[in-house]
């Protein structure tokens, strides 16, 4: 169940990175990242669903905070270094 899904949402994700690696015109770019963010969006409920399964409820929902708070700081500093280095 759950680990498969966010195996196949790592898939997904994947994926779009190769397609992006590859992009050589504005809509194969933009087609990449559509499916980028397709597998971006599968993570954030499947580490809920983790959480809940390996975690007591008690603590499922500070967890879960603690999993998408970390997660999206990665993101923004993947943001960051990137204008960074763009300069």
């Known amino acids: ?4 899904a966010l195996a196949g949402v790592s898939a ?3 994926a779009g990175l190769w397609l992006l690696a590859g992009a ?4 194969a770019i933009i087609a990449a990242v559509v499916v980028i963010g397709v ?3 599968g993570y954030m409920p499947g ?5 809940r399964e390996i975690f007591p409820a008690a603590e499922a929902g500070r967890r879960i ?6 997660h999206s700081s990665r993101r923004a500093r ?3 270094w ?3 280095c763009a300069t």
């Open 78 to 80: 993947e943001a960051w």
């Open 65 to 70: 905070g603690e999993i998408y708070f970390l």
């Open 39 to 41: 597998g971006f969006g």
């Open 24 to 27: 050589a015109t504005h809509s």
């Open 12 to 14: 997904i994700h994947l």
């Open 47 to 51: 580490y809920a669903i983790v959480v």
């Open 1 to 4: 169940g759950h680990y498969v």
């Open 82 to 84: 990137v204008g960074c």
